[in-house]
C-alpha cells in the first residue's frame, strides 16, 4: 500500500463502524493544545485509520502509547498502522504488548495472528486464531484468516472448514468463496467447486481469479466451452499468470480450438518454460489418445490432475 503523502481532506475521513469519531480538525487542535494527551493522540490516530492514513495513524499511535504505555487500544492501533505500512516486526511487537494488556480480546490475538503469518510464522498464526475463535466464536474475520493460514500450509481440508464456516456467518464475501472454491479444487471436488465459484463470480464479476478458477472447475468436469469462457473473462480481468494459460491451452487442445492453444503456447514460452513444456506433453498425450480411439471418441475430455 501506498504511503501517504498528505493529510486527508476533512470529507476523505468518514469512520467505519465508528459514528462517533470526531471531527479531524478538532482533534488535531486539540493534540497541538495538550501534546501530552495519550487519550487525544489515540482518538486521532483511529481517525486516521478509519480514513486510511496509515502513516498519520502509526505517528500518531506512536505518540499515544509514549504517552497512555498501559491502553490496549492504543497497542492494537500501533500494530495495525505498522502492518499496514510494512514494519512486520514492529507490528509483533504492539500486537504483543496489546495480548499483554488485553489476553481476552479476540481481536489483540487476531493481530497478533496476522504479524505471525507476515512474518512467516504460520503455525503459530494459527494457534493465535485458534484462541481468538474460542473468545469469540461468531466473529467471522479469524475464521477466514485461519483459512487463509491453513492453505499456507497446504491444509486443504482444514482450510475449507474454516472458509465454509465464515461464509455461514458472512455469506456475502466473494474472496471466500473463491477461496472455499480453490480448496475443493485441490481435493478433487470439482462438482462442488462449480457452485461455489459460479457464486464468487456472480458476488464480483471482477474478479480474474475467480473465473480462472471457475475454468478449470468447468474444465474438470468436461464443460469446456463454459471453461473457455471463463478462461477468457479471468484474462479480461488481469489474472495473466502462467496457471491460468496453461489450463487454458489444456481446454483449448480438448475443443480443438488451434488459435487458443497457440496463444496459450505463446504466452507460456513467455512466462513459464516448465509449465510450457507441461502443457506440450498434455496436448500430445490427448493427441495420441484421439488418433487411438478413433474419431469417433476423439473429443473425449483427458482427465485433469
Known amino acids: 500500500m501506498p504511503l501517504v503523502e498528505k493529510r486527508p481532506k476533512e470529507g476523505e475521513v468518514t469512520p467505519r463502524g465508528a459514528g462517533d469519531r470526531e471531527p479531524l480538525a478538532e482533534l488535531e487542535q486539540s493534540v497541538q493544545r495538550d501534546p501530552a494527551s495519550g487519550s487525544a493522540w489515540g482518538r486521532l490516530g483511529r481517525v486516521y485509520q478509519d ?14 502509547v509514549r504517552f497512555s504505555p498501559d491502553a490496549a487500544p492504543f497497542w492494537h492501533g500501533l500494530g495495525r498502522a505498522r502492518l499496514e505500512t510494512g514494519d512486520l516486526q514492529g507490528a509483533l511487537e504492539a500486537a504483543r504488548r496489546t495480548v499483554e494488556l488485553a489476553p481476552d480480546h479476540a481481536g489483540a490475538r487476531l493481530l497478533l495472528a496476522r504479524a505471525l503469518g507476515r512474518l512467516g510464522f504460520v503455525r503459530q498464526a494459527v494457534l493465535h486464531l485458534q484462541e481468538a475463535l474460542r473468545l469469540d466464536p461468531t466473529w467471522a474475520m479469524p475464521l477466514a484468516d485461519l483459512g487463509w493460514a491453513q492453505l499456507a500450509l497446504g491444509d486443504h481440508a482444514a482450510a475449507g472448514e474454516a472458509f465454509e464456516a465464515a461464509l455461514n456467518l458472512e455469506p456475502d464475501q466473494p474472496a ?5 472454491g480453490r480448496c475443493l479444487l485441490e481435493r478433487g471436488r470439482p462438482a462442488n467447486a462449480v457452485y461455489v465459484l459460479e457464486t464468487a463470480v456472480f458476488l464480483r464479476p471482477e474478479d480474474g481469479v475467480a473465473w480462472a478458477r471457475l475454468g478449470c472447475a468447468y474444465f474438470e468436469t468436461g464443460r469446456h466451452a463454459e471453461a473457455a469462457r471463463a478462461f477468457a473473462r479471468g484474462v479480461e480481468h488481469g489474472q495473466n499468470e502462467p496457471w491460468v494459460w496453461y489450463w487454458a491451452g489444456r481446454n483449448a487442445a480438448v475443443l480443438g480450438d488451434g488459435e487458443g492453444l497457440e496463444r496459450a503456447r505463446k504466452e507460456l514460452k513467455e512466462r513459464d518454460a516448465d509449465l510450457a513444456r507441461e502443457l506440450e506433453t498434455r496436448v500430445e498425450a490427448l493427441a495420441a489418445k484421439a488418433a487411438q480411439e478413433g474419431p469417433c471418441d476423439s473429443t473425449s475430455a483427458p482427465t485433469a490432475s
Do not use: D, I, M, V
Not at 480514513?51 to 499515544?64: C, D, S, Y
Open 176 to 180: 471466500l468463496w473463491s477461496a472455499l
Open 51 to 64: 480514513a486510511g492514513a496509515h502513516e498519520l495513524a502509526r505517528a500518531a499511535f506512536e505518540q499515544a
